[in-house]
T-cell receptor, first 112, second 113 residues
Framework: GENVEQHPSTLSVQEGDSAVIKCTYSDSASNYFPWYKQELGKGPQLIIDIRSNVGEKKDQRIAVTLNKTAKHFSLHITETQPEDSAVYFCAARPNTGNQFYFGTGTSLTVIP | EAGVTQFPSHSVIEKGQTVTLRCDPISGHDNLYWYRRVMGKEIKFLLHFVKESKQDESGMPNNRFLAERTGGTYSTLKVQPAELEDSGVYFC???????????FGQGTRLTVV
């Protein structure tokens, strides 16, 4: 089955700096890669996603890149703000099923 | 529009007891999923309903776990009898159609002591 690895597990950045979280996956059948943000006391919320026919997608300060050949994808947050502090999860979904395979999460702290 | 709602938000039970978690998906969402996160690890898939039918239950850990979705609306996940290793956060998610974005509930934190 699919195996998703996520790094780093914790990340601290100064406000205004950029943050990058990286994930790798193992199943070449995966074709959908969402990123979720989980704030304290809340459930994971989709912030951006990318499909395998696209190499990059951007939404304001958030961008995701996908390298299908290397089987890795990354989340980039620019001009970080304290409200970006949360746990971020990457996930992959193979085209053979409907379940998501998640990474272990990255706890991001933005220091004011 | 109400999001995915889960009850209770927290539950502390003793080993050997029974606990039932409930999930109310977004109205009209036929697809309902249960996931679990054991402390510090990844969020792992448990099972997937399409309406009232179990589409995929390959992630259910063992026969102490029973999920139901009678009538294709809300779902329950029963753990009986609970063991220490069942502790974690149980998430429910729903999506309107296969392949669409999944919306997650806030989770139920289960602690078995």
């Amino acid at each position: 089955g699919e195996n998703v690895e996520q790094h780093p597990s914790t990340l601290s950045v100064q406000e205004g700096d950029s943050a990058v979280i990286k994930c790798t996956y193992s199943d070449s059948a995966s074709n959908y890669f969402p990123w979720y943000k989980q704030e304290l006391g809340k459930g994971p919320q989709l912030i951006i996603d990318i499909r395998s026919n696209v190499g990059e997608k951007k939404d304001q300060r958030i961008a995701v890149t996908l390298n299908k050949t290397a089987k890795h994808f990354s989340l980039h947050i620019t001009e970080t703000q304290p409200e970006d502090s949360a746990v971020y999860f990457c996930a992959a979904r193979p085209n053979t099923g409907n379940q998501f395979y998640f990474g272990t999460g990255t706890s991001l702290t933005v220091i004011p | 529009e109400a999001g995915v709602t889960q009850f209770p938000s927290h539950s502390v039970i003793e080993k050997g007891q029974t606990v039932t978690l409930r999930c109310d998906p977004i109205s009209g969402h036929d697809n309902l999923y249960w996931y679990r996160r054991v402390m510090g690890k990844e969020i792992k898939f448990l099972l997937h309903f399409v309406k009232e039918s179990k589409q995929d239950e390959s992630g259910m850990p063992n026969n102490r776990f029973l999920a139901e979705r009678t009538g294709g609306t809300y779902s329950t996940l029963k753990v009986q009898p609970a063991e220490l290793e069942d502790s974690g956060v149980y998430f429910c998610a729903s999506s309107q159609v296969w392949g669409a974005e999944a919306f997650f509930g806030q989770g139920t934190r289960l602690t078995v002591v």
